[in-house]
């Protein structure tokens, strides 16, 4: 009779019946014990019902070769995306995800990024989410794909800053980026211009249209790519909404509605600007980006504008916001209207597309990028040694 239990001893990732290694590196992704024994109990279904880490007196003698075999493959490194005849100086993974919609970098960008990269002694690499162990094999850490507290995202940016890894983004700077309640109070606090805004609940939702005017804005506290934001129009559209929003969560962000033209994107890194765009509104459409009823994206035109043409407040304006997040790289969209600036939001993850973000610096905002990474590493390393 088969039994009802089953124990997996995983090292480094691995089991010794390679018919489990799918299932090994899956836990060791989550948990990131070299040594772990994961007790599964039958259901109907197999259930994870413990996970612990063991000790080295605990493995038996018959694994330990295996085990010495793991841990020296773990700790080998393998690049893959730049085959070179000699090691780079540093080593920077950019984390990918094949499935990303709108990924904040496209496939020509990353082919720069790694260009860049490798002009500059810069050893780097694709990963994916599957690639969490190997983390320590790397000096730093580029998220290029959407980003969010509740996802592997955040788990990367943490176990990379964990184990002294330079990371963009930060832990810190996705917590405060993708928190719109946070960010609303952040920028009011310190005086910088935002539409005005309250944080809708419950108690306080039949308030917001006499407290902003109809139409205003909804947007869920973690709302990315203009996605979770609406529009409502009266008082029957902001009640409908409210309630939907407010299944999600127990705030809401409400904000006046301003329509413009375009909204301003200033890319700033290092607490100075890197690029700035004007994203125009897609056709017929509130936002940047229409995603429809059927799901179909359409977005607006787009252009970048030399930084030194950028209307001063409107420069002066993000680069505030922005550092007041941090000094990693961070998108700020603003909207001007007539001579106020109001700030939108800070992005964490900005886009940087090839053929847009990069069309004043071309191959130079790349490299300033990769040269980025390459100060952060050095300066960690040299605080290191004292």
């Given amino acids: 009779m088969k039994s009802n239990r089953f124990d997996l001893s995983i090292y480094f990732g691995r089991n010794v019946a390679k018919r489990y290694d799918k299932l090994s590196q899956k836990l060791f992704n989550t948990l990131h014990a070299p040594f ?56 920077l993974a950019i984390l990918l995800a094949a499935d990303d919609k ?17 002009s500059l002694d810069l050893g780097v690499e694709l990963i994916q ?31 990379a800053a964990a184990q002294g890894l330079v990371v963009i983004d930060d832990p810190e700077s996705i917590l405060k980026c993708t928190n719109k309640v946070f960010l609303a109070e952040l920028l009011q606090r ?12 419950r108690d306080n939702m039949a308030q917001v249209a006499a407290t902003l005017g109809l139409p205003c804005i909804l947007k869920q506290p973690d709302s990315s790519f203009s996605q979770g934001v609406m529009k409502v129009s009266n008082d029957e559209e902001l009640q409908e909404n409210m ?5 999600r ?24 600007p890197l690029y700035a765009c004007r994203y125009f509104m897609a ?73 847009m973000e990069d069309q004043i610096l071309k191959e130079e905002l790349y490299q300033r990028v990769m040269q980025s990474f390459i100060w952060r590493i050095e300066e960690k390393k040299l605080a290191g040694k004292k």
């Fill in 283 to 355: 056709k017929g459409h509130w936002q940047i980006i229409d995603y429809g009823k059927t799901g179909r994206i359409r977005e607006g035109n787009a252009d970048s504008i030399p930084i030194e043409d950028v209307p001063q407040a409107v420069m002066k304006t993000a680069l505030k916001a922005a550092n007041l997040i941090g000094d990693g790289l961070y998108g700020v969209d603003l909207k001007q209207v007539g001579k106020r600036v109001y700030v939108i939001e800070v992005n964490d993850n900005p886009n940087i597309d090839a053929g």
């Fill in 249 to 272: 969560s127990e705030m809401v962000i409400a904000q006046q509605f301003l329509p413009t033209d375009f909204d301003w994107r200033i890319g700033v890194l290092d607490k100075k």
């Fill in 190 to 201: 310190h005086k910088i211009s935002i539409p005005k805004t309250m944080i809708a609940h």
């Fill in 243 to 247: 309630k939907k929003l407010l299944l």
């Fill in 102 to 118: 709108q990924p904040p970098s496209n496939e020509r960008a990353i082919k720069k990024f790694i260009k860049a990269g490798t």
């Fill in 36 to 91: 772990l024994r994961a007790s599964f109990v039958k259901q109907k279904k197999w259930i994870l019902q413990k996970a612990s880490p063991i000790a080295s007196k605990d493995i038996p003698a018959t694994h330990w070769s295996f085990v010495v075999s793991a841990a020296e493959d773990y700790f080998r490194k393998k690049p893959k995306a730049v085959h070179r005849k000699r090691p780079a100086r540093f080593d």
């Fill in 129 to 159: 989410k599957e690639d969490y162990g190997r983390l320590a094999e790397f000096d730093a850490l580029f998220i290029r794909e959407t980003t969010s507290v509740n996802h592997h995202t955040y788990n990367f940016a943490r176990g």
